[in-house]
């Protein structure tokens, strides 16, 4: 037991991380790939229209999983930026800071597609409804992660400084997942929940799961390819990344 956790341990490593994130790389592209093109041709070709928003109901086979992938990563972003503040491990810093931009595109597309959706159903691209303002302060979060760390020189100030803010900013994800519960909103409640049976037709459960998947692979393959470019940006000084091809090259 001991010496497999040795094994995986080594994967703390900048160095050993590297390689093994190369490899992973193509196969969450491959399956992104696959979940994308089964969800939307389910989303958008098999799935019935709403009996009462018709064709224009679509838009959840991206809003859904964009927001749910915004909340998740951001999460992910503050566990990794904490462990990182908690015991100063360099690669969790870095996973932090390869998570933020895409998790700020995820909620820059839940907030545009939900206007898109918002649209015809309220009569309006915007309200200052409970749920539509959590979810942009958490894009601001985002934007206030990367902005912080980008500001400040030294790498190890940074971290520990974006550390901080995404973990104040974990407060905000619980109070956008239960606003529609807290307060009297036009946002809908959820249509997918742990407790009870989904409120929506098999094909369109299936549609959104597919694509969520496929969101969820999308996010890994870009943070795994973010994440190797912030190594070997902050590893240029060692003698490890001089010997890589890509570098000699």
Do not use: C
Not at 59 to 76: E, G, K
Not at 111 to 139: C, E, N, Q, Y
């Amino acid at each position: 037991m001991n010496n497999r956790l040795i094994h995986w341990f080594k994967f703390a490593s900048p160095q050993s991380f590297y390689p093994l994130a190369g490899k992973m790389i193509p196969w969450f592209w491959g399956l992104a790939a696959i979940f994308f093109v089964a969800g939307l041709y389910i989303g958008f070709f098999v799935a019935p229209t709403d009996f009462q928003q018709g064709e224009g109901y679509r838009i959840i086979f991206v809003h859904v999983p964009a927001a749910w992938m915004s909340m998740f990563i951001y999460l992910v972003m503050a566990f990794w930026a904490g462990l990182g503040l908690a015991l100063n491990t360099r690669l969790s810093s870095m996973m932090a800071q390869a998570l933020a931009p895409t998790g700020a595109i995820m909620a820059f597309l839940s907030l545009w597609t939900g206007a898109w959706w918002g649209k015809p159903m309220w009569g309006a691209w915007w309200v200052w409804d409970a749920r539509l303002t959590s979810a942009l302060i958490l894009f601001f979060l985002y934007i206030g992660f990367i902005a912080l760390q980008a500001a400040i020189d030294d790498a190890r100030r940074a971290d520990k400084a974006g550390a901080i803010l995404a973990l104040v900013g974990v407060v905000n994800v619980p109070i956008i997942y239960f606003s529609v519960q807290w307060w009297n909103t036009l946002h809908q409640g959820a249509s997918v929940s742990l407790t009870r049976a989904p409120t929506m037709a098999t094909t369109m459960l299936w549609g959104m799961l597919i694509m969520a998947l496929a969101f969820w692979m999308y996010s890994i393959a870009v943070a795994l390819m973010r994440v190797r470019a912030i190594i070997l940006e902050r590893e240029a000084h060692t003698e490890w990344v001089k010997e890589l091809p890509e570098v000699k090259n």
